[in-house]
């Protein structure tokens, strides 16, 4: 007698392809095996070149040991360009959204990623984020301005309030995106222009 498949798959090696690619944020279980049929269906030598690049993640990437941004060597190269001003720090949530401001064109500072944002719902407080290493960043500058800009819902301003608080002194001008955005929006989502706009029009930070 015939021993059923496990969710009708026909192939352990597919299954396994599925599970995987269905572990990605946003990716149902229908979509990864969409994604992973569609994979099946190239020549070999294209899954290989896909499975590589996928695989560097693990081996190759970096994150800069200044402002943690994503990079193939130990200094992005945003922090390794003479010509970016350093005393001005643009603190994002991910690296996401820092390519999404640098897709504007419109800055030319530097960044800072903290590598998520406060949140007690998600068990993560002050501790579990990079604050200290922006804290040390802006210490050593004589002057420098700080743009806030995280997403603009009770978690991105409840981080901004506490890093605000940390780093606060004369010399230290900190302000905000412009709220074209959208209350609650994510950089990611937002489109170059209107990122842009909020990015040159942005405000003095205050906090509530």
């Known amino acids: 007698m015939p021993v059923p498949m496990k969710d009708n798959f026909t192939s352990e090696v597919l299954r396994d ?36 690049a996928v695989g560097r993640l693990a081996t190759d990437v970096h994150f800069c040991r200044v402002c943690n941004m994503v990079s193939d060597s130990e200094l992005c190269p945003v922090c390794a360009d003479s010509r970016r001003d350093p005393s001005t720090i643009c603190v994002v949530e991910n690296a996401g959204d820092a390519m999404s401001i640098e897709a504007t064109g419109q800055f030319n500072g530097v960044y800072h990623v903290l590598g998520g944002i406060i949140s007690p719902i998600n068990g993560l407080g002050p501790s579990d984020i990079d604050i200290e290493g922006l804290v040390r960043r802006v210490a050593e500058l004589p002057e420098a301005e700080v743009i806030f800009a995280m997403s603009g819902d009770v978690e991105g301003e409840t981080t901004a309030f506490y890093i605000y608080r940390r780093i606060a002194r004369e010399g230290v001008k900190v302000s905000t995106l412009a709220r074209g955005l959208g209350f609650g929006d994510n950089l990611e989502y937002a489109d170059s222009l209107t990122l842009g706009r909020s990015l040159a029009n942005r405000q003095i930070f205050k906090p509530l």
């Open 17 to 52: 392809a599925v599970e995987a690619i269905g572990s990605l944020p946003g990716v149902g279980r229908r979509s990864a095996l969409r994604l992973a049929l569609h994979l099946l269906s190239q020549p070999p030598e294209n899954i290989e070149r896909f499975s590589r």
